[in-house]
């Protein structure tokens, strides 16, 4: 064979090796950074369940989905093609055990479940049924049996932080008050030009200074944040030409800078395990470069305390609320609403307050029945009533026709008094006057605990007994959870019309969407690749390019799972997830076939 014919092989080799990989680069840099209205029709299910409205304008999910659905088709036939011209060497590997079981439960909680065509397609504003978690899983696959190269890795992991590049300058932007999408600019670029002309009613859920970049909400940019920063330091570490180095040096710094812009608590804990994870993977170079090790770690702590102060202390306020918010009760400390008739008993830890309807007439009384004495003050259109007896000090009665708005500390619900009865007025202005009490499990007087975490989770576990097998479907999670559980929502949230649709929680959000047998599965998948990571990179850590990129991701991994406890699982970050778990897997493989370097690391 000539030279001219083994070079010309040599490149077709190469394109080759690039070319099935495209379809899983446009999904690692494209999709998160989508935005684009879609008006959704909900189904009657997602209506009784969401915000009462029939359609739902969808900035961040809906299209993020639909691409990443092309891109997984794209992704499969890539794969197929490549599989055909080439013979494709599977090697034996325990992970498809738990990989393909995962894969079996989605497809049976679908199957079986009450919602079928939601767990199909997935809840409003979230999209994450059935063919969703089946492309997660796909691209994980995928990615696990295509590439073997580090060039392949080199090439989407450099996909993926030139994206988060864009990302973070948009979230820097955003930190600093010039949010993009608040511009006319940006508002015309993410809405199709029917919509132009409405472009000034955009409103914004989160204020100016807060980082959402291109995602729905804050807290799934710290978990994304926790995925690509350890990936730029390592390119930091790793790259020897300076002007790369300064860019990986200055992109770690942006993306750190979105994550404390975020205040998503869940991110700063994955960050703090992340810091952990490294610091321990890097220990004895640490202590051999003394010098680069100290400023990484002052640089952090300098941005922390910068953004902190540009915030006025919000990162701190919101850590140190952590600690001291379950110490005591926050809210008015609520235990029941009894409706009997045209008698209603808000009754709580330390009084009760009886208001009976008679006649027409209203009248209020203590625990004992005996007659509260009131003023009453026109406002408006109705009437402010307080009471002179100390122990109803706190409570304020708003009166506007038959509706009675109760205000108690920082609570606030609405009865409204017809001639023979009382009703409660509750999600999507729905009434009744049947308070049920959900079944429960701990965080008892810590409903509060991480913005209501504790009480969507002490309602979600006992969800589980009814999920052991196979779970309620794929996205059915805000149709299974007892959103008339009142009592729990005003202790919690101080209101009855919030909607809980997700369990901040992606272990609670698989177990009751899947089934407890399909996070046990995720659960080997994941712990078989941390305990893999530990053996691997723990005692024999060098500077080769598979060890520190593998160490890289181990690191991203190990932060996400950490937010993952106070996150759940989004169609805009799961599937960079899934696919670094892949290319963790194949790092993994690879330096196992490889010996160790004797090189520094910080250099």
């Known amino acids: 064979m000539s030279k001219k014919t083994k070079k010309l092989k040599q490149l077709r080799q190469e394109h080759t090796g690039f070319f099935q990989i495209l379809p899983i680069a446009f999904i690692l840099s494209v999709i998160p950074l989508i935005v684009y209205l879609n008006v959704v029709k909900l189904t009657p299910i997602e209506i009784e369940n969401w915000q009462g409205n029939s359609t739902y304008t969808d900035f961040f999910n809906y299209w993020k989905s639909q691409w990443l659905l092309i891109g997984t088709v794209f992704t499969v036939i890539f794969f197929l093609l490549y599989a055909l011209s080439r013979k494709l060497n599977l090697h034996k590997s325990f992970i498809y055990v738990p990989a393909f079981t995962y894969a079996l439960f989605i497809i049976l909680s ?355 007994k009814d999920t052991l097998f196979i779970g309620y479907g794929p996205d059915t999670y805000a149709i299974k959870f007892p959103q008339n559980d009142y009592i729990g929502k005003i202790r919690a949230y101080g209101k009855t019309t919030i909607i809980v649709d997700k369990p901040h929680n992606m272990f609670l959000q698989i177990a009751v969407n899947t089934g407890v047998l399909s996070l046990i599965a995720v659960l080997v998948l994941w712990g078989y690749y941390i305990i893999q990571s530990i053996r691997l990179y723990i005692s024999n850590m060098d500077n080769s390019f598979i060890r520190l990129t593998g160490a890289g991701i181990f690191i991203a991994i190990s932060g996400y799972l950490t937010a993952a406890f106070f996150n759940d699982s989004v169609v805009g970050v799961a599937p960079i997830f899934w696919v670094l778990l892949a290319l963790g897997f194949v790092c993994n493989k690879n330096a196992l076939n490889q010996p160790k370097h004797n090189c520094e690391v910080f250099k």
């Open 110 to 464: 679908t199957v079986f479940s009450e919602h079928r065509y939601v767990a199909l397609k997935g809840f409003v504003a979230r999209y994450e049924g059935m063919i969703t978690l089946l492309c997660y899983i796909a691209l994980f696959l995928i990615t696990f049996m295509i590439v073997k190269e580090e060039k392949q890795i080199t090439f989407l992991l450099g996909a993926l932080l030139i994206s988060s590049a864009i990302m973070g300058i948009i979230g820097f932007f955003q930190f600093i008050g010039m949010d993009i999408f608040r511009t006319d600019f940006g508002k015309r670029l993410i809405l199709p030009s029917t919509y132009h002309e409405i472009a000034d009613n955009i409103a914004f859920r989160f204020e100016e200074s807060m980082v959402f970049s291109t995602l729905s909400n804050p807290n799934y940019i710290g978990s994304y944040m926790v995925l690509v920063i350890p990936l730029a330091f390592i390119f930091f570490l790793h790259l020897k030409n300076i002007y790369l180095k300064v860019g990986s040096a200055i992109l770690t710094a942006i993306l750190a800078v979105n994550l404390f812009g975020s205040r998503s608590r869940a991110g700063l804990v994955g960050f703090c395990i992340s810091i952990l994870v490294a610091l321990i993977v890097f220990r004895k170079h640490i202590f051999r470069r003394k010098v680069v090790a100290v400023v990484s770690l002052l640089s952090i702590v300098i941005l922390f305390f910068g953004a902190n102060y540009a915030l006025n202390g919000a990162l701190t306020k919101r850590i140190i609320s952590e600690f001291t918010q379950g110490d005591k009760v926050q809210f008015f400390d609520l235990q029941d609403i009894i409706i009997e008739d045209n008698k209603v008993s808000i009754v709580s830890s330390t009084e009760t307050l009886i208001i009976k309807n008679i006649d027409g007439n209203l009248s209020f009384y203590d625990r004992e029945e005996n007659e509260l004495i009131f003023d009453a003050e026109r406002i408006n259109d109705g009437m402010k009533v307080t009471f002179k007896d100390i122990r109803y000090g706190d409570y304020v009665l708003n009166i506007k026709g038959n509706n009675i708005i109760i205000n108690q500390k920082q609570v606030q619900f609405t009865l409204v008094a017809y001639e023979d009865s009382f009703v409660l007025v509750g999600v999507n202005g729905d009434e009744t006057n049947r308070i049920e009490k959900a079944p429960s499990c701990g965080f008892k007087g810590k409903e509060r605990l991480g913005s209501a975490r504790g009480y969507i989770w002490s309602r979600t576990l006992p969800m589980l």
